[in-house]
């Protein structure tokens, strides 16, 4: 239908258009998500299932938009003699892209739910935490690798056990772990 009703006769046009109109609808969405859950976790039933299917839907619509942008472009500028080249690499390089990102995978390894039956709200809500689980993953070794150091130097110190220093590390790792179990 966007190859019909949005500037049907001008290939570069429509996609520029589909892609701005894409970015602008995902944004959308992702600033309405604790909005969304709100208004989820309230609602029961058919009102639920209705709020949060028009929601996905909405959000369904900003990603076709923008994936349509983003594979017309590659279409028009990217090796536009030769197209099945041009599809080839770009498939190859994307998906090697993602699976050393370690998001290349699909509904087979995530949970699914009846749509509206997720817990407190989380119906809408995407789950993007591949970024956040490599940082935490960086800073508990960074954590685990200055503790390792400071029980070295504490040993070397006269063979006194530092107490206050024990308490302090302990401390710190019940932090980090009580925010990487908050977040995951």
Not at 2 to 30: C, R
Request: overall charge positive.
């Amino acid at each position: 239908m966007l190859d019909v009703f949005l500037f049907p006769k001008q290939d570069s046009l429509s996609a520029w258009a589909s892609l701005v109109i894409g970015y602008i609808t995902v944004a959308l969405a992702f600033m309405l998500q604790p909005g969304m859950r709100w208004i989820c976790d309230r609602l029961q039933g058919g009102a639920r299932l209705l709020v949060a299917d028009l929601f996905l839907i909405f959000s369904l619509c900003g990603t076709i938009n923008l994936w349509r942008g983003v594979w017309m472009l590659l279409n028009i500028y990217f090796l536009p003699d030769q197209l099945e080249l041009s599809c080839w690499i770009t498939h190859w390089l994307c998906l090697v892209l993602l699976i050393l990102l370690g998001c290349s995978n699909s509904l087979l390894v995530r949970g699914v739910y009846i749509d509206a039956e997720e817990p407190a709200g989380k119906c809408v809500i995407f789950p993007c935490y591949y970024l956040r689980l490599i940082f935490q993953q960086e800073r508990a070794r960074k954590l685990a690798k200055h503790l390792q150091l400071d029980t070295i130097t504490r040993k070397k110190q006269d063979g006194v056990e530092n107490n206050v220093s024990t308490l302090n590390h302990i401390t710190t790792i019940s932090q980090l772990n009580a925010t990487t179990n908050h977040v995951v």
